[in-house]
């Protein structure tokens, strides 16, 4: 079946503009993550939606970032007047039910490059 | 200190060699315990799960040590296609901001 995808695959954008990035979960998954990943470095939780609950916006670095998730299935990450030190990669992560024990299934990324 | 440590590597070790290599996390709460790969400029994928007992999984072997904090990998009979970056992920259940990724191992094996 299909798995998570991520669009564009790359997005390169100048210091100050805004950019959206976006995240099909796979079908029936209620759990998505966002994290982000700079180069040789760990993942970053960003945001998680769970279902019709309230999103646990504890990762997002600034009130430049920002998240939505319509219909419980597609999710948006907007940066909004981009930074340079916001390139890196942003990956999504969708699970069944958000349960700890859940396997993670991640897209591909989108890498995002701020000149 | 970081939550979750990971030696960062590289471990360079020829075809056919056991490697292992460990996690420590600091929160005692951590309750569940996962190992990813992440080939290079790919995402990451499950590997496995650490159950308390231990587990294995054909040449991979996890275990978790509680009192000490910490998981390990074990691979045997190491494969060219076993080069990749290991990623440890511990997680509290308080919230999915306490699922923490390490910074990750990398492993290469040589011909």
């Known amino acids: 079946g299909a798995g998570v995808s991520q669009s564009p695959s790359n997005k390169v954008t100048e210091k100050g503009k805004d950019v959206e990035l976006r995240c099909d979960p796979i079908?029936?998954?209620?759990?998505l993550y966002w994290y982000r990943q700079s180069l040789g470095q760990g993942l970053e939780f960003l945001i998680y939606f769970q279902g019709n609950s309230a999103p646990d916006k504890s990762g997002l670095p600034s009130d430049r970032f920002s998240a939505e998730r319509t219909g419980g299935s597609v999710s948006t990450l907007t940066i909004q007047r981009t930074q340079q030190e916001d390139s890196a990669v942003y990956l999504c992560a969708s699970s069944l039910s958000g349960q700890p024990t859940d396997t993670q299934y991640f897209g591909p990324g989108t890498r995002l490059t701020v000149l | 200190r970081k939550e979750v440590e990971q030696d960062p590597g590289p471990f360079n070790v020829p075809e056919g060699a056991t490697v292992a290599f460990n996690c420590t996390y600091s929160n005692s709460a951590s309750q569940s315990f996962f190992w990813y790969r992440q080939d290079c400029r790919k995402e990451p994928k499950l590997l496995m799960s650490?159950?308390?007992s231990g587990n294995e999984d054909g040449r991979f072997t996890a275990q978790l040590n509680r009192a000490s904090q910490y998981i390990s990998l074990l691979i045997r009979d190491s494969k060219l296609s076993d080069s990749a970056t290991y990623l440890c992920?511990?997680?509290?259940?308080?919230?999915?901001?306490?699922?923490?990724f390490g910074s990750g191992t990398r492993l290469s094996i040589r011909p």
């Open positions: 992920v511990v997680n509290s259940y308080s919230s999915a901001s306490k699922i923490i």
């Open positions: 650490v159950y308390s």
């Open positions: 079908s029936g998954h209620t759990a």
